[in-house]
């Protein structure tokens, strides 16, 4: 069983629309973890949360503790936004559980 | 500031040797991670090294080792290469411990024949 579920698993969009990314997770956690992988392999980290909401730029993130439950969501999306988008937890065993990512394309 | 390194980039090795690859944080950052990506498994985690101690530690065999210098470089190790062990190993900084922001390295892509 993995301990990170993420859907959709693949998403294309149109230039300009709202995507959303979910995010479930089963362990007690201390921190979640937004990440973007490029083709090349290249990993930037876009969020950590552990209550709340963060924003930057066009992309906000999400996380309800009760529900342990995540969103990304991506507003005007851009081509360039084209990667994937894994969520990761910072587990109270002190490890960190990855999600398999959710592959997004923009098309212009 | 200079970003995390890896070194090398490209690896290639035959079943049964061992590896060590390296990672230079970002200066001033103590903490530095380990993952290994590979695509039927994804990313998981090996460890963590903070202030050369090992903090945390995934679930990897005893073959996979890693330690931490005083300028806070780390070096992993991986002892009698198996065909399951090619994957890509990244490693990332963090200014405090791997719950906060990590900043990830290039990568080191390790393949075994």
């Known amino acids: 069983k993995n301990e990170v579920e993420q859907s959709p698993q693949n998403l294309t969009a149109q230039e300009g629309e709202f995507i959303t990314i979910n995010c479930s997770y089963s362990?007690?956690?201390?921190?979640l973890h937004w990440l973007q992988q490029h083709p090349g392999g290249g990993i930037v980290s876009l969020f950590m949360l552990s209550s709340g909401k963060k924003k930057h730029g066009r992309l906000i993130a999400t996380i309800n503790i009760q529900e342990k439950h995540s969103s990304l969501h991506i507003t005007a999306s851009h081509p360039r936004d084209s990667a994937v988008y894994i969520c990761?937890?910072?587990?109270?065993?002190?490890?960190?559980?990855f999600g398999t990512g959710t592959s997004l394309t923009v098309i212009p | 500031k200079a970003g995390v390194t890896q070194t090398p980039r490209y690896l290639i090795k035959t079943r049964g040797q061992q590896v060590t690859l390296s990672c230079s944080p970002i200066s001033g950052h103590r903490s530095v991670s380990w993952y290994q990506q590979t695509p039927g498994q994804g990313l998981q985690f090996l460890f963590e090294?903070?202030?050369?101690?090992?903090?945390n530690k995934g679930n990897f065999p005893g073959r996979f080792s890693g330690r931490q210098f005083s300028n806070s470089r780390s070096e992993m190790n991986v002892s009698t290469l198996e065909l399951g062990d090619s994957a890509l190993y990244l490693c990332a900084s963090s200014p405090g411990t791997a719950f906060y922001e990590q900043y990830f390295g290039p990568g080191t892509r390790l393949t075994v024949t």
């Open positions: 990761a937890v910072w587990g109270w065993s002190n490890q960190f559980y």
């Open positions: 090294y903070f202030s050369e101690t090992q903090r």
């Open positions: 362990v007690g956690i201390s921190a």
